[in-house]
């Protein structure tokens, strides 16, 4: 199983403290151990219309440099300054889809393959039918931007944050009913236990179709500082053959929090469990799994 941090806490997203160039947290999660770093498209780290030719060129090949890869983008989407899919306002719609192909746009430069789509959220008043068309339009032109670049786009139900796309089948639906062969699932363990559900019942309800995931421990903390199933989910996504990376999102929220310690605690935590899931599971001769290596 491969480990992927995302880089808000290292930057000024969602809380102004604290922000670290993008370079160190780059250089620090590849010391660290993880294989790849998921970037959290905020300023001052990768806001697209910030980002130069030659400053794409130059993250992409810091990250190369120290062997550790870029395998996702996510769009800091949220609050007063826009980009949400579903806005009461036209134009605040059309500018999400034109700052959605930025970021797709800046995936391909970086060479990460996968973008993620937050449905967005209703205005009071606003029928949940139209604010699923609207959402709906923005990612099908955004999946139609990607599939030109070869470039995935998950959506994620944010149950907690947002009021569109709540659950699995919320998401399987709009997968649907984008038409689009490069959309795909995922999930957030924090907007799971939000619902009330465990993270394993969504490896099942996702299936095939799950090619990303975050994780954060209760309250967003450290993983294995709160009491999520980590056991249950590690097993769920190992019987289930996941290929995709194992994003640990957190160290966020609060002034004070060393994401260096987040990101260190949580993957040791996450490698001792997954040893112990892996002497848990058998394949399909009734032979013990590899154990991981250290």
Known sequence: MKFAFNTFPFSSFPTLLPT??????????AAIGYDALEIGCCAPHAWP????R?????????????GIAISSLLPAIGGGFGCNPCSILRVERQATVEHYKG???????LGAGMVLYIGGWR?????????????????????????DRDITVVIEPTTADTNLIDTAADARRMMAESEGDNVRLMFDTCHVAHEGRSASSYV?????DLVHLHAADTGRRAIGDGNMDWD??????LA??????????????ARGIDPHDVARRSLKYLKERLAIACAQITDGDGKRLAMPAA
């Not at 670290?20 to 620090?28: C, G, H, K, T, V």
């Not at 219309?49 to 130069?52: P, R, T």
Request: charged fraction near 25%; include cysteine; proline fraction near 1%.
């Open 49 to 52: 219309q910030h980002l130069s």
């Open 103 to 109: 970021i797709v746009e800046l995936a391909s430069d």
């Open 54 to 66: 030659s400053r794409r060129n130059d993250i992409k090949a810091i990250a190369a440099g120290e």
């Open 123 to 147: 205005a009071e008043g606003m029928s949940r039918q139209d604010g699923w068309a609207h959402s709906l339009d923005c990612l099908r032109a955004v999946a139609a931007h990607a599939a």
């Open 232 to 237: 249950d989910l590690l097993r769920s996504l």
């Open 240 to 253: 289930s053959d996941y290929g995709g990376y194992f994003t640990v999102e957190t160290g966020f929220g």
């Open 20 to 29: 670290y160039p993008l370079e160190d947290a780059i250089r620090s999660l």
């Open 204 to 208: 099942g309800d996702m299936g095939l």
